[in-house]
């Protein structure tokens, strides 16, 4: 499958390779391996596998994700090891950037409604929210600000969805 497939899937289903948001640390180290780098507080801490970094809060001693963010702006610079090897081996190679139209059309295809948040975002990027699951892509604006070629996407960041009750 190609790199696009992994950021379609992510944005619907606000999963990462089938690791649901609320999933302690064990479980993302199973499923993205063990190289990581932890900065932790005492009730927060935010795990970075390069691509993919989680988020993760203190509830009654267990710690749980709450969200994850896809930084594919990391892709532009070339680096070795960006990529978790889990996801290199599921979805092949992955772009340096990813073009906002073709996420776009890919996300359609599968059923996703992008919605535009009114306003710029913080450092001029355009930012779009998936209608049904709410996660959020942010695009490079033109002129870029983040160095990237403009509309391409920056981040995806999935959010917990609040339970309904």
């Not at 649901?20 to 009730?43: I, M, N, Q, R, Y």
């Not at 988020?55 to 892709?75: K, M, N, P």
């Not at 450092?123 to 209608?131: K, L």
Request: hydrophobic share 40%.
């Amino acid at each position: 499958m190609p790199d696009i497939d992994f950021y379609v899937t992510a944005a619907l289903r606000n999963e990462v390779l089938d690791i649901p948001l609320g999933a302690p640390p064990e479980v993302w180290e199973e499923g993205l391996g063990g190289d990581f780098l932890d900065d932790v507080t005492k009730s927060h801490m935010r795990r970075d596998y390069g691509l993919v970094e989680v988020a993760f809060t203190r509830r009654d001693g267990r710690w749980e994700s709450v969200s994850a963010s896809l930084q594919i702006h990391r892709l532009a610079h070339g680096l070795a090891g960006v990529v978790p090897p889990p996801l290199a081996r599921s979805y092949g190679e992955f772009a340096e950037h990813v073009h906002f139209d073709r996420f776009r059309a890919a996300l359609q295809a599968r059923g996703g409604v992008l919605e535009e948040v009114a306003g710029r975002s913080m450092g001029g990027f355009s930012h779009f929210r998936e209608a049904a699951v709410r996660s959020s892509v942010y695009v490079e604006g033109d002129p870029p600000h983040g160095g990237l070629e403009p509309a391409t996407v920056w981040s995806i960041v999935l959010c917990r969805l609040p339970h309904s009750g």
